[in-house]
C-alpha cells in the first residue's frame, strides 16, 4: 500500500495517474477530481487533502480528456459520484480539504449547506482552544482542514457580498489568527504515542508528513490572504516537524528511504563569519550596564568573562519603534535578540489575548534567535514610542567565534613554548596533548600584590605566567617572608607539588598586573593521565612540527590496505532491481554486481539540487571522502563512486533492515511507552562506541548522532550511515550543526567544538533509546527553554526510575556541559566508556566478530531483492526531467583534502 503525501491511506493510484485539463497537466489523488465553481476560490498552489482543485472549472472538452485508463476503477467511480453530485459539490465548496467521510459524519444523515457552513464556522472557532491542549496529528489535520474550508467560505462570502467580510459568528481575520497559532503549534512539535493511534496515521514517518502537509496548507493560505505573510516565511513554514532551517538543507537530510529516513532534520548553518566586520556602536556607560544587566543572567552569556562581555556589547544597535508598531510577528522567523533601553511593549499570542506580558527598561526578548531561527511563539507591539538594543544571530556568532577563536590560538601557541622544569611542553608532549591542554586551560588576571598561591596549600593547580612578573617568597620562623625569586613570563609553577602530592613550598605574588593561565589537576589528569607519569614519560614526536605531525597523522589515518578494495564499476556493470526509496535529492535503488553479484544500495544524487547551495557540494564531496576512506563495520562504506550530467552515485552497503528510530517507534515495551530494554540499549549502544573509536581515532567528529542515522544490516547489528556533516576537525570548529535535541552546549553558544560533542549526543542516545525521548525535551513549551536546559547539562535530567544506577551513572558522564570533562574524551578515550560499569560483562569481541545474536533482526523475504517497490512512471518522469548540470567533481581519492565545515 502507498501512501500518498497529501491524505489518507488511500488505495494506490495507477502507474499513469495523471488529469489533463487544457494544456496543463495536474498530478491527482485518487479518486478523481470533480471540479466545482468553488474551484476559483482557492489557488492552485494549495496542497489538496483528496481532490485535484484547479483555478477554473475546466470545459466540457477538458473533461472528456479522462479515459477509461486513468484509473483502475474510474467507471464505478463515476456512477458514484453522479449519484451523489449535489452532495459532493456541496462539500467541496465549503470543505476543500477536508476527507468527505469526516464531514459526513459531522453532518448527520440530512445535511443543508447551512448545516455544514455552521460546522466549518464551529470547528474553526473552537481550533485555537483544540489547538492549546495539544491535539494528535489527526486533531491537528481537521483543525487544519476547518479553518481552511472556512477561509474559502468567507472569500466566497465576501466576493458576492461587499458588505461582509465575514461568514458566521468568526471573522476572516479571526481564522488567519487560528491559522497563525496552528503554525506555531506545530513548529518543533515532538511526535507521541498518541500520534500513531489512528489507522490512516500508523506511524512517526506518516505523522511527520502530516505535520509537513499542515504547515504548508497554513502557510499558503495565509500568504495568499495576508500581505504581512511572505515566501520566505512560507520556506521556513515548509520544514519538517523537530528540526531544520527550513532551507533546501533539510531536504537533503529528510530524504524518505529506508536507509536515510530521518524524522528530526539536522541543521546546519555555516556561515563565512571571517568576512563580517565588528561594527562597534558607541554607548552610554549607562547603556552599557543596562545591556550588561540584562544579558549577564541569560543562560547564553553566563559563562563569558567581563572583557569577553564588553566586546558582545559593543557590537549591540539601537533601534527607535513608534507606538502602535509590530516588532515581531507570531510565526516570523526572527534572527535578532533585543534588549529593551525605554518604553514600553506588549507581547501576546494571538487567537489567546490571555496570553499577554508587558516589556520595559531592562527586559529582554528573541533570544532564541541567537542560537537559529525558528518561528516567533508571539507578537510583540510598541504600546509606546520604544527604543531598542538589537544584536544579530550573525555578529554574535562572528564575535564570540572570534573571542574564542584567538583565545584558543594564544594558549596554543603560547602554551607549546612554556617551561616546566628545565625543559618546553612541545619536547614533553605530542601536539594532540598540547591543543587538548590549550583547550582545557582556563584564564585568570590578578592585580599587584594578590596573593596567586599560599606557602603550605595543598596544590590542585598548576600555572602558565602569559603575562606580568610573580614573585616567590618563603615564610621564616619569625613570621616574616623572604624574597625567593621571580616567576616570568613562559614559565609555569605549581607542578613540584603536584608531583609530590604535598603544599605549596612558597607564597607566590603579582608584583604586577598579571595574566596566567590554570589547569586543575583534574583538567590534567583527563587529558594525559597521572601527573607524575606524564612528566616523567616522554610523549613527544622529536623534531617534528605541528603540521609535519598533522600530514603524518592523516597519512596514517587513510593509507589501509582496505582502501584497495574499492569497486571499479560503472553503470553498466549493474543489474537494477528496486526503489528503496526517495527524496528531495534523489533516489536508492537495489542494485547487483554482475561480477560477483553482490547486492548493494546505489544512491543517485541530483547534481542541479546538490548545486543550489555550494556547501551542499562540500557535504557531498566530504561524505565521499569519509565512508570510503574509513572502513568500519559500523560505518556505512562508500565502496564506488559515479558519476553523469544528472547525478553522482554513491554504490552503497545495503543495509535492509530499516533504521533504529523505526524499531524505536514501534516497539511494544510497554503498554504507553515506546523504549527498549537496557539490554537492546547497549547492544545499539556497542555500534555508536566502536563506530566513535573509528572516527575519533581519524580526528572525525561525527556531530549528527540520533536513532534515524543508524541503519540495520540485514542480521540487526546497527550501522551508522550520513556523513553529510561530519568534519576532519584540528583543534576547535565553529559551525552551527546538529538534531536540536542532540545539540551540545559548546554548539548552541558557537564557542568552538571538537569530537566530544559526538560523547555529548551519546547520552542523548542512550536516554532516548531507554526512554522513549530525549532528555530536554520541553513539550508544548519555547524551544529555548530545551536549549537552557541543555546548557545546563545532567543537573536538569529527569532520570526515569526504570533506569539502572550503572545506566544513570553514565549518561551522567556523558552530559557534562563542560566538553574536556566528558568522559569518552578524556586521557582513556573510548576505552573508559567501554570499561564503565554499565557494559560490564558484554563481549564487546564478540560483538565485532558479529557472533553476537541481535536483538531487533530485520523480517525479510527469503529473496532479498524483493525489498523495495518497483520503480512507478512518476519516478521514471522525475528522472527524465531532471536537469543537467555542470558540475563534475573530483570523486578520485585525496587524502590531503578537507572540505568546508
Given at each position: 500500500m502507498e501512501r500518498l503525501e497529501t491524505g489518507p491511506i488511500l488505495p494506490p493510484p495507477s502507474a499513469d495517474d495523471e488529469c489533463q485539463t487544457s494544456s496543463t497537466a495536474t498530478t491527482s489523488s485518487y479518486p478523481p477530481p470533480q471540479f466545482t465553481e468553488a474551484s476559483a476560490v482557492i489557488p492552485s498552489s494549495f496542497p489538496h487533502y483528496g481532490p485535484c482543485h484547479l483555478p477554473n472549472p475546466p470545459s466540457s472538452s477538458s473533461a472528456s480528456s479522462f479515459t477509461s485508463s486513468s484509473y483502475p476503477s474510474q467507471r464505478q467511480q463515476q456512477q458514484h459520484d453522479e449519484r451523489d453530485a449535489d452532495f459532493e459539490t456541496m462539500l467541496k465548496q465549503i470543505f476543500p480539504y477536508c476527507p468527505t467521510d469526516h464531514i459526513r459524519e459531522l453532518l448527520g444523515p440530512k445535511p443543508t449547506r447551512e448545516k455544514a457552513e455552521e460546522v466549518a464556522n464551529r470547528l474553526a472557532q473552537d481550533g485555537s482552544t483544540a489547538a492549546s491542549n495539544h491535539g494528535n496529528v489527526s486533531s491537528l489535520r481537521n483543525l487544519s482542514s476547518s479553518f481552511a474550508s472556512t477561509v474559502a467560505v468567507s472569500a466566497s462570502a465576501s466576493a458576492s457580498?461587499?458588505?461582509?467580510?465575514?461568514?458566521?459568528?468568526?471573522?476572516?481575520?479571526?481564522?488567519?489568527?487560528?491559522?497563525?497559532?496552528?503554525?506555531?503549534?506545530?513548529?518543533?512539535?515532538?511526535?507521541?504515542?498518541?500520534?500513531?493511534?489512528?489507522?490512516?496515521?500508523?506511524?512517526?514517518?506518516?505523522?511527520?508528513?502530516?505535520?509537513?502537509?499542515?504547515?504548508?496548507?497554513?502557510?499558503?493560505?495565509?500568504?495568499?490572504?495576508?500581505?504581512?505573510?511572505?515566501?520566505?516565511?512560507?520556506?521556513?513554514?515548509?520544514?519538517?516537524?523537530?528540526?531544520?532551517?527550513?532551507?533546501?538543507?533539510?531536504?537533503?537530510?529528510?530524504?524518505?528511504?529506508?536507509?536515510?529516513?530521518?524524522?528530526?532534520?539536522?541543521?546546519?548553518?555555516?556561515?563565512?563569519?571571517?568576512?563580517?566586520?565588528?561594527?562597534?556602536?558607541?554607548?552610554?556607560?549607562?547603556?552599557?550596564?543596562?545591556?550588561?544587566d540584562a544579558i549577564k543572567p541569560n543562560a547564553l552569556f553566563e559563562i563569558f568573562a567581563d572583557d569577553e562581555m564588553m566586546q558582545i556589547i559593543d557590537v549591540f544597535r539601537p533601534v527607535t519603534f513608534k507606538g502602535g508598531d509590530v516588532i515581531m510577528r507570531q510565526g516570523d522567523v526572527g534572527s535578532e535578540f533585543y534588549v529593551v533601553e525605554w518604553g514600553q511593549l506588549r507581547e501576546h499570542v494571538e487567537g489567546d489575548m490571555t496570553k499577554s506580558k508587558v516589556h520595559s527598561r531592562g527586559l529582554t526578548f528573541g533570544e532564541l534567535s541567537l542560537v537559529f531561527g525558528s518561528p516567533s511563539a508571539s507578537t510583540i507591539t510598541a504600546d509606546t514610542d520604544v527604543r531598542v538594543w538589537i544584536l544579530e544571530r550573525d555578529v554574535y556568532r562572528s564575535v564570540v567565534?572570534?573571542?574564542?577563536?584567538?583565545?584558543?590560538?594564544?594558549?596554543?601557541?603560547?602554551?607549546?613554548?612554556?617551561?616546566?622544569?628545565?625543559?618546553?611542553?612541545?619536547?614533553?608532549?605530542?601536539?594532540?596533548?598540547?591543543?587538548?591542554?590549550?583547550?582545557?586551560?582556563?584564564?585568570?588576571?590578578?592585580?599587584?600584590?594578590?596573593?596567586?598561591?599560599?606557602?603550605?596549600?595543598?596544590?590542585?593547580?598548576?600555572?602558565?605566567?602569559?603575562?606580568?612578573?610573580?614573585?616567590?617568597?618563603?615564610?621564616?620562623?619569625?613570621?616574616?617572608?623572604?624574597?625567593?625569586?621571580?616567576?616570568?613570563?613562559?614559565?609555569?609553577?605549581?607542578?613540584?607539588?603536584?608531583?609530590?602530592?604535598?603544599?605549596?613550598?612558597?607564597?607566590?605574588?603579582?608584583?604586577?598586573?598579571?595574566?596566567?593561565?590554570?589547569?586543575?589537576?583534574?583538567?590534567?589528569?583527563?587529558?594525559?593521565?597521572?601527573?607524575?607519569?606524564?612528566?616523567?614519560?616522554?610523549?613527544?614526536?622529536?623534531?617534528?612540527?605541528?603540521?609535519?605531525?598533522?600530514?603524518?597523522?592523516?597519512?596514517?589515518?587513510?593509507?589501509?590496505?582496505?582502501?584497495?578494495?574499492?569497486?571499479?564499476?560503472?553503470?553498466?556493470?549493474?543489474?537494477?532491481?528496486?526503489v528503496l526509496g526517495r527524496g528531495a535529492f534523489g533516489h536508492v535503488m537495489l542494485v547487483q554486481s554482475r561480477r560477483t553479484k553482490r547486492l548493494f544500495a546505489l544512491k543517485a544524487q541530483s547534481k542541479y539540487n546538490i548545486c543550489k547551495k555550494k556547501y551542499l557540494q562540500d557535504q557531498v564531496l566530504k561524505e565521499f571522502e569519509i565512508a570510503t576512506q574509513v572502513e568500519h563495520k559500523t560505518l556505512l562504506r562508500i565502496h564506488c563512486a559515479m558519476q553523469d550530467k544528472k547525478f553522482v552515485y554513491f554504490l552503497l552497503d545495503l543495509l535492509p533492515g530499516g533504521t533504529l528510530m523505526d524499531k524505536l517507534s514501534k516497539h511494544p515495551n510497554l503498554k504507553h511507552r515506546r523504549a527498549f530494554d537496557e539490554d537492546v540499549t547497549k547492544f545499539y549502544a556497542a555500534s555508536v562506541v566502536l563506530a566513535f573509536e573509528k572516527l575519533h581515532g581519524c580526528m572525525i567528529a561525527y556531530r549528527d548522532l540520533k536513532p534515524e542515522n543508524i541503519v540495520l544490516d540485514k542480521k540487526g547489528y546497527g550501522v551508522l550511515v550520513d556523513f553529510g556533516i561530519a568534519k576532519y576537525v584540528e583543534g576547535l570548529t565553529y559551525t552551527f550543526c546538529g538534531t536540536p535535541d542532540y545539540l551540545s552546549p559548546e554548539i548552541i553558544r558557537c564557542t568552538g567544538h571538537n569530537w566530544a560533542v559526538d560523547y555529548w549526543a551519546l547520552g542523548i542516545f542512550l536516554f532516548e533509546m531507554t526512554k522513549g525521548a530525549p532528555p530536554f525535551r520541553v513539550n508544548g513549551r519555547s524551544p529555548i527553554e530545551r536549549e537552557k536546559k541543555i546548557l545546563k547539562g545532567f543537573e536538569l535530567v529527569n532520570v526515569p526510575q526504570y533506569f539502572t544506577s550503572g545506566l544513570t551513572d553514565l549518561i551522567s558522564k556523558l552530559l557534562i556541559a563542560e566538553h574536556t570533562k566528558r568522559l569518552g574524551r578524556m586521557q582513556n578515550g573510548v576505552q573508559g566508556i567501554k570499561n564503565h560499569r554499565w557494559f560490564a560483562g558484554f563481549d564487546w569481541e564478540g560483538f565485532e566478530n558479529q557472533s553476537l545474536k541481535a536483538p531487533l533482526p530485520p523480517n525479510l523475504p527469503r529473496d532479498i531483492k524483493e525489498i523495495g517497490s518497483v520503480m512507478d512512471s512518476r519516478l521514471k518522469q522525475e528522472v527524465d526531467a531532471t536537469p543537467y548540470s555542470e558540475w563534475w567533481p573530483d570523486l578520485t581519492l585525496d587524502m590531503q583534502r578537507t572540505y568546508a565545515g
Open positions: 457580498s461587499s458588505s461582509s467580510a465575514a461568514t458566521g459568528p468568526l471573522s476572516t481575520a479571526s481564522l488567519k489568527s487560528n491559522l497563525r497559532l496552528l503554525l506555531n503549534m506545530t513548529s518543533n512539535r515532538p511526535l507521541d504515542a498518541r500520534d500513531v493511534l489512528d489507522d490512516d496515521i500508523y506511524s512517526f514517518d506518516v505523522a511527520k508528513d502530516e505535520i509537513r502537509r499542515i504547515r504548508k496548507l497554513a502557510a499558503d493560505i495565509l500568504v495568499t490572504s495576508d500581505t504581512t505573510m511572505n515566501r520566505e516565511n512560507v520556506r521556513y513554514m515548509e520544514r519538517s516537524a523537530g528540526g531544520g532551517n527550513g532551507d533546501d538543507e533539510d531536504e537533503y537530510y529528510q530524504e524518505d528511504n529506508v536507509m536515510y529516513r530521518s524524522a528530526r532534520g539536522a541543521l546546519y548553518d555555516k556561515q563565512d563569519l571571517t568576512s563580517l566586520v565588528k561594527m562597534s556602536v558607541r554607548k552610554t556607560p549607562e547603556v552599557r550596564s543596562l545591556i550588561y567565534r572570534s573571542i574564542r577563536w584567538e583565545q584558543y590560538q594564544e594558549k596554543l601557541n603560547f602554551i607549546e613554548n612554556c617551561v616546566v622544569g628545565d625543559r618546553l611542553f612541545v619536547d614533553r608532549f605530542d601536539f594532540q596533548h598540547i591543543e587538548d591542554l590549550a583547550i582545557a586551560a582556563k584564564v585568570d588576571n590578578f592585580e599587584e600584590g594578590d596573593v596567586i598561591l599560599r606557602e603550605g596549600d595543598l596544590v590542585e593547580t598548576f600555572y602558565i605566567v602569559r603575562s606580568g612578573i610573580i614573585t616567590r617568597y618563603k615564610g621564616e620562623s619569625g613570621g616574616n617572608e623572604v624574597k625567593i625569586g621571580t616567576v616570568e613570563e613562559s614559565k609555569a609553577f605549581g607542578t613540584t607539588s603536584l608531583l609530590k602530592g604535598v603544599g605549596s613550598p612558597y607564597t607566590y605574588k603579582a608584583s604586577s598586573r598579571v595574566k596566567v593561565f590554570f589547569l586543575t589537576r583534574h583538567d590534567f589528569e583527563s587529558i594525559m593521565g597521572s601527573v607524575k607519569d606524564a612528566f616523567d614519560n616522554n610523549t613527544a614526536m622529536p623534531s617534528v612540527s605541528r603540521s609535519t605531525w598533522r600530514e603524518t597523522s592523516r597519512s596514517t589515518i587513510f593509507t589501509s590496505s582496505s582502501l584497495q578494495s574499492l569497486y571499479k564499476c560503472d553503470l553498466d556493470d549493474l543489474d537494477f532491481y528496486n
